[in-house]
């Protein structure tokens, strides 16, 4: 419906791919203009690639993903604002001394916004999150992408697909 509000996330691309398939995607994640970082060889990188995508109303924020953790098990999430603004809300998923979480407030929470270019490299387990889209004139798109360090910085051997992989995506995945 031309003019109305929306947001939707989905996953670009997915488990399972064969070698040359794999070469497909690494060019894509190029063309994508994505930092060098985020598609380095250096990381383990999950292999799919989540999209955010919504258009606010010039004049209202638009609410993305409400509040959650996601019950992943990875070193951490780049998320890549390719246009337009996406404002965060983050707060630790579990307070000193291993109370816990408070119930969800804002209070004293970390707001920030993002823009074309920014990157936040944040491990979505460990900090409970939400997104909104402010007011704006045009779209808002970012991606974001899992990866894993080893101990010694180099990548860690690729374990094989998890149950809980396929419970994110079910879930809705990355915010």
């Known amino acids: 419906l031309p003019g109305l ?4 996330s989905c996953i670009l ?17 190029r063309r994508l203009g994505l930092p060098a970082a ?5 990381f383990d990188h999950g292999d799919a690639l989540w999209v955010f995508v919504g258009v606010p109303s010039p004049c209202e924020a638009l609410a993305g993903r409400p509040e959650h953790v996601d ?4 070193s951490g ?3 890549v604002q390719a246009c337009g603004l996406k404002e965060w809300r983050l707060r630790p998923n579990a307070p000193a001394g291993g109370e816990e979480p ?7 929470a970390l707001s920030l916004t993002v823009g074309p270019g920014d990157v936040l490299l944040i491990n979505t ?12 004139p045009g779209p808002s798109l970012s991606f974001a992408r899992d990866f894993e360090l080893g101990a010694d910085g180099a990548p860690p ?6 149950r809980e992989g396929g419970e994110r995506a079910r879930r809705g995945g990355a915010s």
């Open 102 to 108: 408070p119930p969800p407030s804002w209070d004293g």
């Open 13 to 29: 691309l997915a488990r399972g791919a064969t070698a040359a398939e794999q070469r497909r995607q690494r060019g894509l994640l």
């Open 5 to 8: 509000p929306w947001y939707v």
């Open 157 to 162: 051997k690729r374990r094989a697909c998890s």
């Open 71 to 74: 019950e992943v098990h990875h």
């Open 77 to 79: 999430t780049w998320h």
């Open 125 to 136: 387990r460990m900090w409970f999150h939400a997104t909104a889209l402010p007011p704006q």
């Open 38 to 42: 985020t598609r380095s060889r250096r």
